[in-house]
């Protein structure tokens, strides 16, 4: 169950499950802010149920998954998340019925042990390259035969086998077993769409860990720091608070800022800039946090031209966000969307909202400009988390401003998640 940190939640949580272990830093800080720790039991028995319930919707005898994020959102094992994205060794087979195996790395049974959820863990799932090089077709083909066997003794050989992702060499195996295959991706994204309230109390959890770790870093922020020097501050207490990775680079200061995804570099900060940054972080428990900010750097003011973007972003992002309430269609906060001044829509991000879980998510909606026969079609639900988006950086060149923020889709509206405080030289 659910329960507010105290010594002996404390101890629970850093002792318990070796896959979801939040430091003792971020355990003292959420004790301090009266914040509530996820039941992991709980949550992870709804996140199976889920894709359970998703795959018997669809039709389907089972999911195969080869994604990270996927395989730990099933199984709450992570191993080696970002080197397993690109030498897929990892694989978690899923039946309509509800049994799960996992394929870990070699050596690697201990980690799922304390997970009950995970019926059997064998060894080497799917054929990196890394591993075989030109012969990866052969333990591909030894790793189809072992998973349709698998399906055929739990009576599903006969039907279809979603996957999320993999390399071609397992695609043409599982060809060549005769297996009928179907598309996992949409299906774990539909799965993973709606959050439970324990998802939600350790979002909660993770955000407040990136708070405190954004702190540090405006602590650090002055005039004369570089960019990678000033970003390290967030690297390092996402993973001293029990964090997993930064997904991207985005900070980016003075003309940097304008356009829009620069990586991070070693540019001197001057007194006068704007910086503009965006977390996208995997955070406590493996969840996303994805909040922008820009801030000022110096003690001057800001010039009427930084305000009025920073000024435009707030509202851009503000009149967005109320648009995300239940029963609203994504088409609907599409149309309705504040419109960017003109000068400003060459620039635009490349969506307005999207989902936000155990990473960025689907759906991602897009602006009016954008809008094509693939905008994703549905409708707003309470448990969907989205990060609204703005980034405001004239074409013409000069600086730009990002800002962002994260709600919870709830039965009466919604409730911002990210409370991050705007830098106080834009707020009066």
């Known amino acids: 169950m659910r329960s507010r940190i105290g010594p002996g939640a404390r101890t629970t949580a850093s002792a318990g499950s070796k896959s979801s272990a939040p430091s003792r830093i971020a355990l003292s800080e959420w004790e301090a802010l009266d914040l509530i720790l996820p039941d992991l039991d709980a949550m992870r028995a709804y ?3 889920r894709v359970i319930d998703e795959i018997n919707r669809r039709g389907i005898s089972a ?6 994020v996927n395989i730990r959102y099933i199984t709450d094992c992570p191993n080696m998340q970002l080197w397993v ?12 019925a509800g049994r799960v195996i996992l394929w870990d790395f070699k050596g690697c049974a201990h980690l799922s042990a304390d997970l009950p959820l995970v019926g059997e863990t064998r060894a080497s799932g799917g054929a990196p390259v890394f591993s075989y090089g030109e012969h990866a077709g052969v333990p591909a083909a030894r790793f189809a035969t072992e998973v349709m066997y698998v399906l055929r003794e739990a009576g599903g050989g006969g039907g279809r086998l979603a996957i999320d992702r993999a390399d071609p060499s397992v695609i043409f195996a599982f060809q060549q077993c005769g297996a009928a295959l179907a598309e996992g991706q949409p299906a774990m994204e539909r799965a993973r769409e709606i959050k439970s309230a324990d998802e939600i109390a350790a979002i909660r959890c993770a955000i407040a860990a990136c708070d405190a770790s954004v702190a540090e870093m405006r602590e650090a922020f002055q005039p004369g720091i570089s960019e990678v020097e000033l970003w390290s501050h967030l690297h390092a207490g ?41 977390t996208d972080l995997i955070g406590a428990y493996g969840y996303c946090v994805d909040y922008s900010r820009s801030w000022l750097a110096g003690d001057g003011k800001p010039s009427d031209h930084q305000r009025r973007l920073s000024d435009i972003a707030l509202a851009h992002v503000a009149h967005n966000a109320a648009l995300i309430v239940p029963g609203t269609s994504f088409a609907e906060i599409s149309a309705q969307a504040h419109r960017l001044p003109e000068e400003f829509r060459a620039h635009r991000y490349s969506v307005l909202a999207h989902g936000v879980g155990m ?16 905008d994703p079609q549905g409708l707003v639900k309470p ?14 060149g000069g600086e730009g401003v990002k800002h962002e923020d994260m709600v919870l889709v709830i039965d009466t509206g919604n409730e911002r998640l990210t409370h991050f405080p705007i830098d106080p030289a834009f707020a009066c």
Request: aromatic share 8%.
């Open 238 to 278: 996402n993973i001293k608070r029990g964090g997993e990775w930064i997904e991207t680079r985005l900070l980016t200061s003075g003309p940097r800022t304008n356009p829009w995804y620069q990586e991070c570099s070693g540019r001197i900060i001057e007194a006068g800039d704007i910086v503009a940054f965006d």
């Open 359 to 374: 990473a960025d998510e689907c759906p991602a909606i897009r602006y009016p400009e954008d809008s094509d026969e693939t």
């Open 63 to 68: 999911m195969l998954c080869f994604d990270p």
């Open 383 to 396: 448990g969907m988390v989205f990060a609204v988006e703005a980034f405001v950086g004239s074409e013409h």
């Open 47 to 49: 996140r199976l149920g």
């Open 85 to 96: 994205a690109h030498n897929p060794c990892r694989a978690v087979l899923v039946s309509a």
